[in-house]
């Protein structure tokens, strides 16, 4: 038998390959409705009005309407969203999730080369509604342990200024060694916009990522306080004439950070100013020509902000304590409009309601970008 023997050239070119959605009904439009996830909580009121009333399984048919625009997916009628149904003030979290196999890859998993990249809409578009929206994604072990840090989007809502059209949040990450599951999480969470909760989530996908060949290895990063910590490893770096590490603020427009040492694996810290961060490597061959890595994304860990308020219900005063950093405390009615607020820059403050009407509110306290929201009932009995 006439054997035939090829040779290959290994040119460390980063290639990305078009990938298969690993997302069961990833646009909530499969029958039965709901197919593919499991509800975890949804509201416990019936939605009685049109278009909510024919919400099943986390779904709903919006009707087109400014509260109940189409969907993202076809952007025409008789397209299907993922909806949490209709609840009373200050419930939640209400959850959808599903959970995805991934011990198939198991190897380049293990081995810390197997990227995943992670894609889905949420749209708000109820005018001034302080019902908020994220997404959640878990990589986990066997044993259903998570394994390093999860990726949470930003909660979306329309009253702290997301808009109302359709936003994307992705993210790109290599897998942890011992993940086999990837469980993604819809999330929301109402206040005092009831019954509807007006967050919609379409189009989600979850795919791999295949670099050819694997000239890296890995490329990782953390937070530390204000630090970003990176490291990689590469499997032939005298092939290259060049490494440089570059960063971003918008996961766009790239600037360079370094240029880095020739060796198969280094380190570097950077304390950026900037929240949210996105890095790359960019490889520079003999030939002038130049290829990149995946983009990782470095979220700096901040304090956590805090208050208290007394008394509560309240009359007349009402005092805050515990205030963290300088910001701004709002009192929102159970219209979602601001009746009330002032600038904070101690560690306590004293705020006179005597002139607010009765009732059920939210004391809205935002600092560095950060916002807590806690109940307060005024009540003159």
Same mark, same amino acid.
């Given at each position: 038998?006439?054997?035939?023997? =090829? @040779?290959?050239?290994?040119?460390?070119?980063?290639?990305?390959?078009?990938?298969?959605?690993?997302?069961?009904?990833?646009?909530?439009?499969?029958?039965?409705?709901?197919?593919?996830?499991?509800?975890?909580?949804?509201?416990?009121?019936?939605?009685?009005?049109?278009?909510?009333?024919?919400?099943?399984?986390? @779904?709903?048919?919006?009707?087109?309407?400014?509260?109940?625009? %189409?969907?993202?997916?076809?952007?025409?009628?008789?397209? @299907?969203?993922?909806?949490?149904?209709?609840?009373?003030?200050?419930?939640?979290?209400?959850?959808?999730?599903?959970?995805?196999?991934?011990?198939?890859?198991?190897?380049?998993?293990?081995?810390?080369?197997?990227?995943?990249? =992670?894609?889905? %809409?949420?749209?708000?578009?109820?005018?001034?509604? #302080?019902?908020?929206?994220?997404?959640?994604?878990?990589?986990?072990?066997?044993?259903? #342990?998570?394994?390093?840090?999860? %990726?949470?989007?930003?909660?979306? *809502?329309?009253?702290?200024?997301?808009?109302?059209?359709?936003?994307?949040?992705?993210?790109?990450?290599?897998?942890?060694?011992? @993940?086999?599951?990837?469980?993604?999480?819809?999330?929301?969470?109402?206040?005092?916009?009831? +019954?509807?909760?007006?967050?919609?989530?379409?189009?989600?996908?979850?795919?791999?990522? *295949?670099?050819?060949?694997?000239?890296?290895?890995?490329?990782?990063?953390?937070?530390?306080?204000?630090?970003?910590?990176?490291?990689?490893? $590469?499997?032939? +770096?005298?092939?290259?004439?060049?490494?440089?590490?570059?960063?971003?603020?918008?996961?766009?427009?790239?600037?360079?950070?370094?240029?880095?040492?020739?060796?198969?694996?280094?380190?570097?810290?950077?304390?950026?100013?900037?929240?949210?961060?996105? %890095?790359?490597?960019?490889?520079?061959?003999?030939?002038?020509?130049?290829?990149?890595?995946?983009?990782?994304?470095?979220?700096?860990?901040?304090?956590? !902000?805090?208050?208290?308020?007394?008394?509560?219900?309240?009359?007349?005063?009402?005092?805050?304590?515990? !205030?963290?950093?300088?910001?701004?405390? *709002?009192? !929102?009615?159970?219209?979602?409009?601001?009746?009330?607020?002032?600038?904070?820059?101690?560690?306590?403050?004293?705020?006179?309601?005597?002139?607010?009407?009765?009732?059920?509110?939210?004391?809205?306290?935002?600092?560095?970008?950060?916002?807590?929201?806690?109940? $307060?009932?005024?009540?003159?009995?």
């Amino acid at each position: 038998m006439k054997k035939s023997i =090829f @040779t290959f050239t290994v040119v460390i070119t980063l290639i990305n390959l078009h990938a298969q959605n690993l997302v069961i009904n990833p646009d909530a439009e499969s029958l039965p409705r709901g197919t593919g996830w499991t509800v975890l909580s949804q509201g416990a009121l019936t939605c009685l009005l049109v278009p909510t009333n024919n919400m099943v399984n986390w @779904t709903m048919k919006p009707n087109g309407t400014a509260n109940y625009p %189409y969907d993202h997916t076809t952007g025409a009628t008789g397209g @299907t969203v993922f909806f949490p149904g209709c609840d009373t003030y200050f419930t939640g979290p209400f959850e959808l999730e599903q959970i995805i196999d991934v011990s198939a890859d198991s190897s380049s998993i293990d081995a810390g080369s197997q990227l995943y990249d =992670f894609s889905g %809409y949420i749209q708000t578009p109820v005018s001034n509604q #302080t019902d908020i929206g994220r997404f959640v994604v878990d990589f986990m072990n066997s044993a259903n #342990t998570i394994l390093g840090a999860s %990726y949470r989007s930003d909660w979306q *809502s329309n009253f702290d200024g997301s808009g109302t059209a359709w936003q994307q949040h992705s993210n790109t990450r290599t897998a942890p060694a011992g @993940t086999r599951k990837v469980r993604i999480k819809l999330q929301t969470q109402l206040y005092i916009n009831q +019954p509807a909760i007006n967050v919609y989530f379409d189009d989600i996908s979850f795919s791999k990522t *295949s670099v050819v060949p694997a000239g890296l290895i890995a490329f990782t990063g953390n937070s530390n306080g204000n630090e970003s910590n990176l490291q990689w490893q $590469l499997a032939e +770096p005298v092939l290259y004439t060049k490494i440089e590490l570059e960063r971003s603020t918008d996961g766009a427009h790239f600037n360079r950070l370094a240029t880095l040492s020739a060796g198969s694996a280094g380190k570097f810290k950077d304390i950026p100013t900037a929240e949210k961060n996105y %890095y790359r490597l960019k490889f520079s061959h003999a030939d002038g020509s130049s290829s990149y890595s995946h983009i990782i994304t470095i979220k700096l860990k901040q304090q956590p !902000i805090t208050i208290s308020i007394s008394p509560n219900p309240a009359r007349d005063v009402l005092n805050i304590t515990g !205030i963290s950093c300088p910001g701004n405390i *709002s009192l !929102i009615n159970s219209s979602g409009i601001i009746v009330l607020t002032a600038g904070v820059n101690s560690p306590a403050a004293r705020l006179d309601i005597a002139k607010l009407p009765q009732g059920l509110y939210i004391a809205r306290y935002s600092c560095n970008g950060n916002t807590i929201n806690t109940k $307060l009932l005024v009540s003159r009995q």
